[in-house]
């Protein structure tokens, strides 16, 4: 019987996963052949690997038949924002500075973009003032927004907003 192992991942700065079964703690080299950017395997911020495969059997064999593994957001050890995360809430935040809103709706709602993020007592506060304020804001900055939260909103926000 062997050692469960735990293998980590590597991942471009932009949010690509690149590979889901490096050895822990191994340094990611190289760039991402999606988008150019450097490919990291740890928090920038606490060094901490990010997590990929799991593999229980103890044996080596990595079970691929329970799906890919999901790119987190933030890290585990440290709590921080990975660099994708990062460049997606200011992504948003950007965008809603060229919407229609005065500027307390704009800082309000800007404010509010984290909290589409994961599961928190202020997520379903965010998710009404998204609806809210993406009415408010014109359609192009809407799909704008769209386009860039729904790949990294909680599963609650994307179904309260989008239905997806």
């Not at 395997?41 to 691929?64: E, M, R």
């Amino acid at each position: 019987m062997g050692v469960d192992t735990q293998h980590a991942q590597s991942v471009c700065l932009n949010g690509h996963q690149v590979g889901s079964s490096l050895t822990w703690g191994t340094d990611a080299n190289g760039f991402c052949e999606k988008c150019g950017a450097k490919v990291i395997s740890k928090c920038p911020n606490c060094d901490y690997p990010i997590a990929g495969y799991y593999d229980a059997s103890g044996n080596g064999i990595i079970f691929l038949s329970t799906g890919p593994v999901p790119i987190p957001k933030y890290c585990k050890n440290c709590g921080k924002p990975y660099p994708w995360t990062e460049s997606a809430i200011k992504s948003a935040q950007d965008l809603i500075s060229y919407s229609e809103l005065s500027s307390d709706e704009v800082k309000d709602f800007q404010e509010s973009i984290p909290d589409l993020l994961s599961d928190t007592p202020k997520t379903k506060l965010a998710s009404t003032k998204f609806k809210i304020y993406a009415a408010k804001a014109g359609t192009v900055v809407a799909q704008g927004l769209r386009d860039i939260l729904v790949d990294i909103a909680s599963e609650a926000v994307k179904k309260s907003i989008w239905e997806v």
